[in-house]
């Protein structure tokens, strides 16, 4: 048997990504306490390097390698430089925040390196079980994220009924992967995908695995009803993980649902479809109207996320070109939009206070009136207000599903965005109409204050000239189609 | 005909860029700066819409001040914008209450000036953008944006009740406009890919869905105009919004309603809109008079008239649907003179509210003593919106009535009784509030207008005598386009 040694150059990203998490790990236990920087910026010039390498090799055709067990195609190195770019501002916003609460510590960004890792391998896998490892490794870093900081009681909490719920979701992945294997002998995503077309597998099986594998991928997107761990979750964790768990690993879920259902199980749409639309709606109706009763802002935000991912799955619904390059651009701007809201959620902390109450919002204008102004234009864009890039999303989701015969499920949709709406509003009302409870300035350094209000501008700006992230989107859809 | 300079996009435009700049003044320190750019803003505003008028082509019904942009290629959806006879007296319209609502603020708003005096030119902008969109998508964007600078002006600067207002203003206006959304994407995939608003004039539509889009149309329009039973959220919003916000509330954002239904549902859907005309007729007679007794019966000032603009724009929503041209004429003159009279009516609450504090009218009595030449202004208005002859209101009651006898007499009969309970709230709560003994010693301590209020109302009264005098230079330029709508609307689409 000879060994053919596969070809590096498609996952050369990767490699340098793993590399450097542990040049990361290492130079900050050589750094030692004073200089804990160094990782910070450390992990920054990994992700610039990452972006450089994936951007330098932008495949317009796909690539595979690994006995075609990873692929490397133009909507891999898109999802690849959104999540990069994610990350980057993650770190940024979180930097402060980590930095009062002794966290700043080498586990915090070797962990955000790992799950990264496990993203960019999830988003590039066109085998089953790459899929599950990418999966895993981005999940058991996520865990230990949220447990980070070990004395707190709700972080362990949070991070238990992640850790237990997330495994069982893994577990129905697997289950639903081995009966896909059974039925069609191969784990390879185009093989199986020849083999469903074929006909020659059987159907019962396939559908029984695909039942959990949509069961799986549900727990992961936190769509109901399998989303009870996600309000826990993002409540108990320190915000700068919140911030992370709920940008960027939706990027990565939306490449992970396309390379299962969309390319491997394709042939299988007409049995996806229906359960999607039921978790879609359901999702919207959870997460819109439990989001209403919150006085948490974390586990509001939660919810919202629910609703969104609900909004998302409708994409998936049309099955064609236009309908996933909408999910894209949906997620993508949901991504912009978690990003900044958390970041605001941090900035209203200060060294021993947490900013967790929607409360805390309250006066804000006052305060000062720019960032008001940035939450404003975000909880618009949120609700799906025009001109904010939101409401194109919104829009461009809909008309897939309007064009998929789905007219009633528009309907549905739009009368839970109208419920959504309502919660978001109040954190306008209380940002406006009443007054502040403190008077303490907000503190902030000028790499946040900058990207903060470049990233509220964004949401605006890309709204009044949506046709570059659209066309992007379509663009990475086509060509990997 | 076309024109090389883009007129509308600098109208759209031109007061949104005053407004940011008149947020970048920041805090109350530079109010006064504040003030003046949006007053400079505002009037500039209301200059270069008017080679609008004067360039205008009455003897066509067709698009004019055309502009054509690709906005977005993936949808297709284009910046287009143009006026016809339909929407270029409302933009007029509403360049011209801009500066007067600058004006009515100017010393009344002490807190945030410049957050005030900005979202009133962003809207008054954003409101613009909306008359003239040939694009549906930029309609909704448009649409939907106006809704922004409202909540915030109704949240900030309102009331005790503001917050409940505000709210509850958004989310019914937003319940409306997403079924809207619906019905574009429908025309949208129904068109094979068009979101112009041309296209879908032309475009045939079976029955049933055109029955779809009318109501999900209507739901938009309905809660906009307000037409009864989706009033409820007006009464409520003019009540606690300051008296910047009623006069813009009243006079502009009520007219998007109406200008929906011309621009979208009659021409969209024309076999639905015959179909339903009759139960659109009914809910029309019933805001006239139901919501006209209701008038009757309140104790506050902004809240009668709140009421009396749904009675009046019942007459709106009615002579449409009479779907003859005396009706749609009668309605459109109507919009206009109701924009300046509801305007006035607001403005002289406002005069009488930044003195007591009071909106109850209860609470004065004998305001002549003290006020004389601010009753004879809210005499004026008083009887404009009773619809006096000589005055604006009656031209279009009178037009709207003329074509309702054409139709059916009762409807005609139902619909002048409104001149019988026009003219009783109207003039039972001026005599309460102007005549009679000074009531207290707060009236009886109550000063004149100042010269800025006097300017203001002059401003309003010469507007709404010249249109009940002379009404011809604005029928004149909505005649043709107002045919041509008819003429579509008779074509059956099926």
Not at chain 1, 24 to 53: F, K, N, P
Not at chain 2, 164 to 176: E, V
Not at chain 2, 377 to 401: D, K, R, W, Y
Request: proline share 3%.
């Amino acid at each position: 048997m000879n060994f053919i040694p596969p070809d590096l150059a498609p996952a050369s990203s990767e490699i340098f990504m793993l590399i450097m998490v542990c040049v990361v790990m290492l130079a900050d236990l050589a750094a030692g306490e004073s200089r804990r920087h160094v990782a910070y910026l450390l992990t920054q010039i990994t992700l610039l390097g990452c972006a450089i390498l994936t951007f330098v090799s932008f495949s317009t055709e796909s690539t595979l390698t690994f006995h075609g067990m990873f692929v490397d195609d133009s909507m891999a190195d898109i999802l690849k430089l959104m999540v990069y770019g994610t990350v980057s501002a993650v770190l940024v916003y979180s930097h402060s925040y980590i930095s009062d609460r002794g966290m700043l510590k080498g586990e915090f960004f070797s962990l955000i390196l790992f799950a990264t890792l496990g993203m960019m391998v999830m988003i590039s896998a066109s085998h089953f079980m790459t899929l599950y490892i990418g999966l895993e490794l981005l999940s058991l870093s996520l865990y230990a994220l949220v447990a980070l900081r070990r004395d707190s009681l709700m972080a362990t909490e949070a991070a238990m009924k992640f850790f237990v719920l997330g495994a069982l979701a893994s577990g129905f992945l697997l289950y639903g992967m081995s009966m896909v294997y059974g039925a069609t002998g191969t784990l390879h995503v185009s093989q199986v995908a020849q083999i469903i077309q074929s006909g020659a597998s059987s159907k019962e099986v396939l559908v029984v695995g695909l039942v959990f594998i949509v069961a799986g991928i549900a727990f992961k997107l936190s769509a109901a009803p399998f989303h009870m761990w996600a309000p826990d979750v993002y409540q108990g964790a320190p915000t700068a993980v919140t911030l992370f768990i709920g940008s960027a690993p939706k990027l990565a879920a939306f490449g992970f649902v396309m390379r299962l259902l969309v390319e491997g199980m394709g042939e299988m749409v007409t049995d996806w479809q229906g359960m999607l639309v039921i978790l879609a709606v359901l999702s919207m109706a959870v997460g819109n109207i439990a989001a209403i009763a919150q006085t948490n802002i974390k586990r509001m935000l939660a919810y919202s996320t629910i609703s969104h991912m609900g909004f998302l799955l409708l994409g998936f619904i049309s099955a064609d070109t236009n309908g996933y390059s909408s999910a894209l651009f949906y997620v993508i701007a949901y991504v912009l939009m978690t990003l900044g809201i958390f970041a605001m959620i941090m900035l209203l902390c200060r060294s021993g206070f947490e900013a967790e109450n929607i409360e805390d919002f309250k006066g804000l204008n006052k305060r000062n009136s720019w960032y008001a102004f940035i939450t404003l234009l975000l909880m618009l864009s949120l609700t799906g207000i025009p001109p904010m890039i939101g409401f194109y999303a919104k829009f461009a989701v809909l008309q897939a599903v309007v064009n998929a015969g789905y007219v009633w499920l528009a309907v549905v949709a739009v009368l839970f965005s109208l419920i959504g709406a309502f919660y978001y509003l109040r954190i306008i009302k209380l940002m406006y109409f009443d007054d502040p409870e403190t008077a303490e300035p907000i503190v902030s350094n000028s790499d946040v204050r900058i990207l903060l209000s470049a990233n509220g501008f964004a949401v605006l700006a890309l709204g009044i000239f949506p046709q570059a992230l659209m066309g992007l989107s379509l663009y990475a859809i086509q060509n990997s189609m | 005909m076309s024109f090389e300079f883009p007129l509308l996009s600098l109208i759209i435009w031109l007061p949104i860029v005053f407004g940011v700049a008149v947020f970048a003044t920041g805090d109350d320190r530079n109010a006064q700066l504040a003030r003046w750019i949006a007053l400079i803003g505002s009037i500039l505003g209301f200059l270069v819409a008017i080679p609008l008028y004067t360039n205008f082509d009455s003897a066509t019904g067709a698009m004019q001040f055309l502009e054509n942009h690709i906005w977005f290629e993936r949808f297709n959806v284009n910046y287009h914008i143009g006026v016809d006879g339909i929407s270029m007296p409302l933009i007029l319209l509403n360049c011209f209450i801009t500066p007067l609502v600058v004006v009515a603020g100017w010393e009344v708003i002490k807190e945030r000036v410049s957050q005030y005096m900005g979202a009133f030119l962003v809207m008054s902008g954003i409101v613009n953008g909306v008359f003239s969109s040939l694009d549906a998508i930029l309609f909704y964007v448009f649409w939907e944006a106006s809704l922004i600078p409202m909540f915030l002006i109704i949240g900030i600067w309102g009331g005790p009740n503001r917050v409940y207002a505000a709210i509850k203003f958004f989310l019914y206006t937003l319940l409306g406009s997403l079924l809207m959304l619906i019905a574009f994407i429908y025309l949208y995939h129904a068109s094979e890919g068009s979101f112009s608003i041309e296209d879908y004039h032309k475009l045939a539509i079976p029955m049933t869905p055109q029955i779809l889009i009318f109501i999900a149309f209507l739901l938009a329009f309905a809660v906009k105009v307000p037409m009864w039973p989706v009033h409820t959220w007006l009464p409520d919003a003019h009540v606690e919004a300051p008296t910047g916000g009623s006069v813009v509330l009243a006079a502009i954002l009520l007219k998007l309603g109406g200008y929906g239904f011309l621009r979208f549902s009659l021409p969209i859907a024309p076999d639905a809109s015959h179909y339903l005309a009759e139960m659109m007729i009914v809910l029309s007679l019933i805001a006239v008079v139901y919501i006209g007794l209701i008038a009757l019966m309140q104790a506050d000032m902004k809240k009668l008239i709140a009421y009396s603009s749904v009675a009046h724009m019942g007459f709106v929503t009615l002579g449409f649907f009479l779907l003859n041209a005396y009706g749609i004429e009668g309605a459109m003159v109507q919009m206009i003179s109701h924009g300046f009279i509801s305007g006035a009516m607001f403005l002289c609450v406002g005069v009488l509210y930044d003195r007591l504090h009071s909106r109850q009218i209860a609470d004065y009595g004998g305001v002549v003593n003290k006020m004389p030449v601010f009753a004879a202004f809210f005499m004026l208005f008083a009887m404009a919106n009773a619809g006096l002859p000589g005055t604006s209101g009656f031209v279009g009651e009178f037009m709207v009535i003329m074509g309702a006898i054409k139709v059916n007499f009762w409807y005609a009969f139902l619909a002048a009784t409104t001149l019988i309970f026009g003219a009783a709230y109207t003039l039972w709560m001026y005599k309460r509030v102007i005549f009679g003994a000074v009531a207290s010693p707060a009236v009886e301590s109550l000063q004149d207008i100042s010269k800025r209020e006097f300017g203001l109302l002059a401003i309003l009264a010469i507007s709404v005598l010249w249109i009940g005098i002379y009404p011809f230079p604005l029928t004149e330029v909505m005649h043709a386009t107002v045919d041509q709508l008819l003429t579509h609307v008779s074509n059956s689409k099926l």
